[in-house]
C-alpha cells in the first residue's frame, strides 16, 4: 500500500501545520498510510481495539483533560496500551503539556511524537488536506496536458505524431501548458483528476528540431499553469482510409484514467487539417455540453421533426388525391 513517511510531514512547510518533533525521531521513517486523521478519544480509556496504527493520531485538549484525571497507575496502563500499539505518529495540540512518561515511552518505542499550536480543529483540518493530496492514487501518462478554454485537454497520441506541435501552437494562441511529454495525474475525488508535470522537466517541451525550450521563459507565466482539472482527452492518430470516423458526434467514448471516465475524441491526422482550430473547437463544444447543450442531439432532433413534418404533408396529400 502507498504509504507517506512521517519526515515528510514533519518537513512540509505549505499547509502550516506547525509541528515540532518532541520524541520518537527514529521513528521517522514510518509511513502513514490512511489520509483520515484518527483522535484518541476511547483509547484514553484503555480501549483500543479500533486505533489503526497506520493512521496519524490527535490528542486534544479534551483526551489530554481526561487523561489527566485518571490515577497514576492508570495513566501508566494507559500509555503502556497506546505505545504498545507502534503508532506511525502522534501528535498533541494547542501546544499542550505532554506527559513525562508519554515523552519517555515513545521515545522508546520509536514513535513520532509532534506538538502543535493548531487547535484540534485546525490542525485536522489542515493535516487532512496534506494527507488526501499526497496519498492520492496516482498515474503516469506520455502525454500533452494544456489549459484551452479553462477546459483541461489531455492530448494523445503515439511518439511523432505532433503533440507538442499541437501544444506549442496553442499556447501562441494565448492557451496555457501543463506537461509536456509525461503527465502525472492525481485522483483528488472519485470523479476528479488533477495533471500536472513532474519537477525536473516541469515548464519544458521538446519539439523536434528545436530541442528542448522552456516555455516560461520564453512566453512568460502567463502561458503555464502548475496543475489542471482533466476534462477531455483526445487521442491523436494517423488517417486510415479503410477506417471509419465519427462524422456527427453521436459517438460516445469513454477513457479511463484511475477509475475516472473521461470523454474522449479521436482526432484523425492529416497535413492539410489545422488540428489547433480542432482541438480549440472540440474544447469550446465540451463547454456547451457541460453547460447542457449537446449540438449533435439539437442536429438530430432538427432533423426528426422535419421529417416528421415532411412525412404529415405526404399523407394530407394522399388524402386530397383521393
Keep these: 500500500m502507498k504509504g507517506l513517511l512521517v519526515q515528510d510531514l514533519y518537513q512540509d512547510r505549505d499547509f502550516h501545520l506547525g509541528l515540532t518533533l518532541m520524541a520518537g525521531r527514529k521513528g521517522l521513517k514510518k509511513k502513514i498510510t490512511h489520509p483520515q486523521v484518527q483522535k484518541m478519544g476511547l483509547a484514553m480509556t484503555g480501549y483500543t481495539r479500533f486505533i489503526n496504527p497506520e493512521r496519524l493520531q490527535v490528542l486534544g485538549n479534551t483526551e489530554v483533560a481526561y487523561f489527566q484525571t485518571l490515577s497514576p497507575e ?40 509532534f506538538r502543535t499550536s493548531l487547535s484540534s480543529t485546525d490542525f485536522i483540518e489542515r493535516v487532512s488536506k496534506f494527507l488526501e493530496e499526497r496519498l492520492a492514487a496516482t498515474q503516469s501518462l506520455h502525454g500533452v496536458l494544456i489549459d484551452v478554454f479553462g477546459v483541461g485537454v489531455l492530448l494523445l497520441g503515439k ?83 479503410q477506417q471509419e470516423y465519427d462524422r456527427l458526434g453521436f459517438e460516445e467514448e469513454k477513457y479511463t484514467i484511475l477509475g475516472v471516465d473521461l470523454p ?59
Excluded at 522552456?214 to 489542471?228: C, D, H, P, T
Excluded at 463544444?285 to 447542457?292: E, Q, S, T
Aim: with cysteine; aromatic share 4%; charged share 30%.
Design 264 to 322: 474522449m475524441l479521436r482526432i484523425p491526422v492529416t497535413p492539410a487539417r489545422n488540428l489547433t482550430t480542432i482541438i480549440e473547437v472540440a474544447a469550446r463544444n465540451y463547454l456547451l455540453k457541460r453547460m447542457g447543450y449537446d449540438s449533435a442531439l439539437e442536429f438530430e432532433k432538427k432533423l426528426l421533426s422535419r421529417m416528421g413534418e415532411k412525412g404529415k404533408q405526404g399523407v394530407d396529400v394522399e388524402g386530397e388525391v383521393e
Design 74 to 113: 492508570f495513566q501508566k496502563e494507559v500509555i503502556r496500551q497506546i505505545c504498545n500499539l507502534e503508532l506511525s505518529c502522534l501528535v498533541v495540540t494547542r501546544n499542550l503539556e505532554i506527559p513525562e512518561m508519554l515523552l519517555h515511552h515513545a521515545d522508546d518505542k520509536g514513535i513520532p511524537l
Design 159 to 241: 511518439s511523432g505524431i505532433g503533440k507538442s506541435e499541437c501544444a506549442l501552437d496553442l499556447i501562441l494562441r494565448g492557451h496555457r501548458l501543463v506537461a509536456d511529454d509525461m503527465v502525472s495525474i492525481r485522483k483528488r475525488s472519485p470523479t476528479e483528476l488533477i495533471g500536472s508535470g513532474f519537477e525536473v522537466i516541469q515548464h519544458h517541451m521538446e519539439v523536434r528540431g528545436l530541442g528542448i525550450i522552456n516555455i516560461r521563459s520564453l512566453f512568460g507565466v502567463e502561458a503555464i499553469r502548475e496543475q489542471k482539472k482533466v476534462e477531455l482527452v483526445l487521442e491523436l492518430v494517423e488517417w486510415d482510409t
